[in-house]
């Protein structure tokens, strides 16, 4: 057959080969009539087998988990396999299945749900839970009883290009890069969270790529993220030759990391702040190792999501202390939590809105519940007495918000003060710039400000009136645009005007045909996923100052998005820098 070609957008840089996996998230479904006397025997069988494949399964999961992420983390998987392995759970599902002739799953379904709505009725928090731990367990048990695939992709095995519509946080927990070669998504753009973690993860990825008609899995296929193009079932020399870059470009990848501790200095000595963005107190470590000099954005949302309860106030403190604890001194900047858009909370009951992205979300959220907003605060605080941390706030639309939050911060300090709990009095307080009012009225925020850190990836949104998730209309999604490259010199400017900074903390960052650009307009800081910091610095390092305000003044006098992407790739090009 001839080779399907498809077009999407670059999510993730590099070169990937590999044999394709459709992944679809089936349904369970269930037949809940009553099976015939002589077919319990059969059906207590595949309760016990389907059982031994839940506990192995686990324990993989469990030892991959610890790898990767801690035996801290790994922790609640034992939990899920004593869980399993509790002799009450076994007996009331085999009793179900000899006394009322319904079949292993129907009897599975039935006695996991008795369990965790036990469970999640209780009022001790630890023991609600355990409810949802039990319905997990119980999901992994059904599938296996009905011979589908578990859920996630931890069963994933070779060399495996990953196809999908798109991708979620629990799809890609267990996403091993030595296996997942590539990604494909039909949905999604470059600020999806299947491209942030491809990223993360140094997976090819090409997002968006609309109908994926014909593409079956066991087909080979070549994913060319730099370029936004996949290639399934190429000729047997096609694919031989892109395998052979695929690991040229993997081997480029662990050369940069090698030089991971060298200073980000450009050739004429100018010194740029390169940071890194985490989501967990454990990506703190991983970032300091590829080279990050701080911490340019935690993103705290994630101490909220997934959890029946909003954190405490000491819950919250722990992590934020261990951060900056592990930083030494280094700046850790704290994003105040960013809910709502495409966020949801289980402990915080958001309403459906028609355009969350414009909606009751971030900032406004914490302005109307001050006293949710404050326990952070105060957390934040209270780690400041271990490091250079620092506050800042998200979705900013106008002054009045920036004072309000100041005075609950205030507030947070008095009672602190009155508690004689140790806390940083002069904590740095900055915003995020994602705003087009923020970025054209800059020179009102620098005032009141300490710094500035601009979300790109919602200022290239609201400036272009583009949905960033929308795959029909991605390619005008442009971060290079002339109107965005404006606002950010304009907020860049406004900064140095008061004598602060601007960094920025959005995939752009991290886009290494925007870092030579960016340095020339005036950009402090670069804030970004921790696997991007090696080709940043790499950049860095292989370029003056001066050839980068050349560069910049050049590409502020071109009118669309793609000559300055074109341009800028030439002269990245010329200096031998891969892409």
């Known amino acids: 057959m001839a080779p399907i070609r498809l077009t999407g957008i670059s999510g993730a840089r590099g070169i990937g ?57 790994a922790a609640i998987f034992e ?52 409810g949802a731990d039990i319905r997990d367990i119980g999901d992994r048990l059904l599938r296996n009883i009905l011979g589908m695939n578990p859920r996630g992709l931890a069963h994933l095995t070779g060399q495996v290009i990953l ?22 998504t039909t949905a999604g753009g470059p600020t999806s969270h299947a491209a942030i973690m491809a990223r993360t993860l140094e997976i090819p990825a090409v997002m968006g790529v609309g109908s994926v008609d014909g593409v079956e899995s066991g087909m080979k296929a070549i994913v060319k993220g730099t370029e936004g193009e996949v290639i399934v079932e190429p000729d047997e020399a096609e694919f031989a030759k892109s395998s052979e870059a695929a ?9 940069l990391k090698q030089s991971a501790s060298l200073p980000a200095v450009t050739k004429d000595n100018h010194q740029v702040l390169l940071f890194g963005n985490i989501g967990k107190a454990q990506d703190a470590s991983h970032a300091c190792h590829l080279g990050a000099e701080g911490i340019g954005l935690f993103r705290t949302e994630f101490l909220y999501m997934g959890h029946d309860e909003l954190p405490t106030e000491e819950e919250q403190y722990e992590v ?19 809910i709502g858009g495409d966020k949801e909370l289980q402990c915080l009951q958001l309403p459906k809105e028609l355009n969350p992205f414009l909606g009751y979300r971030a900032i406004r959220i914490c302005l109307d519940k001050p006293d949710m907003f404050k326990t952070q605060l105060r957390a934040i605080l209270r780690a400041g007495v271990w490091g250079d941390v620092q506050i800042m706030y998200p979705m900013i639309a106008s002054l009045e918000e920036v004072k309000a939050a100041n005075a609950l911060l205030e507030e947070a300090k008095a009672e602190l003060r009155a508690e004689n709990v140790p806390f940083k009095e002069n904590v740095p307080v900055g915003i995020m710039v994602e705003i087009p009012s923020v970025a054209v ?6 005032k009141h400000v300490d710094f500035f850190s601009i979300g790109t990836n919602d200022l290239c949104q609201y400036t272009l009136a583009v949905d960033r998730m929308n ?15 404006r606002l950010i010199k304009n907020t860049i400017d406004a900064s140095h005007g008061e004598g602060k900074i601007t960094g920025m903390c959005g995939e752009m960052a991290g886009d290494p045909l925007a870092t030579m650009i960016l340095l020339g307009i005036g950009l402090d800081e670069f804030s970004m996923s921790a696997s991007s910091i090696p080709v940043v610095k790499e950049i860095v390092r292989a370029v003056t100052i001066e050839e980068c305000r050349e560069m910049a003044a050049h590409v502020l006098t071109l009118e669309t998005a793609d000559e300055i992407r074109d341009y800028a790739k030439s002269v990245l090009e010329a200096k031998g820098i891969e892409l």
């Open 79 to 130: 939990a899920h396999i004593l869980i399993a392995q509790d002799p009450s759970l076994v007996a009331g599902i085999q009793g179900a299945i000899e006394s009322d002739c319904l079949s292993a799953a129907a009897a599975t379904e039935q006695t996991v749900a008795m369990y965790a709505d036990m469970f999640s009725a209780m009022e001790d928090p630890y023991m609600r839970e355990r």
């Open 247 to 255: 690991e040229a470009y993997r081997a480029h990848l662990q050369a």
């Open 17 to 73: 080969t590999g044999t394709v996996y459709v992944y679809k998230q089936e349904d369970i479904r269930i037949d809940t009539r009553t099976i015939e006397r002589d077919a319990v025997a059969g059906e207590v069988a595949r309760l016990q087998g389907a059982m031994e494949a839940t506990i192995d399964q686990l324990k993989a999961v469990k030892s991959k988990a610890a790898e990767s992420m801690g035996e801290k983390e």
């Open 441 to 446: 009225s800059a020179q009102l925020f620098a």
């Open 163 to 184: 196809v999908a519509e798109d991708l979620t946080p629990s799809d890609t927990a267990s996403l091993d890069k030595n296996v997942v070669r590539g990604i494909i």
């Open 320 to 338: 934020y202390e261990k951060v900056a604890k592990r930083l030494e001194g280094k700046p850790v900047i704290i994003r105040t939590m960013d």
């Open 471 to 485: 795959e029909r209309i991605g390619n005008l999604y442009q971060p290079l645009h002339p109107s965005v490259l």
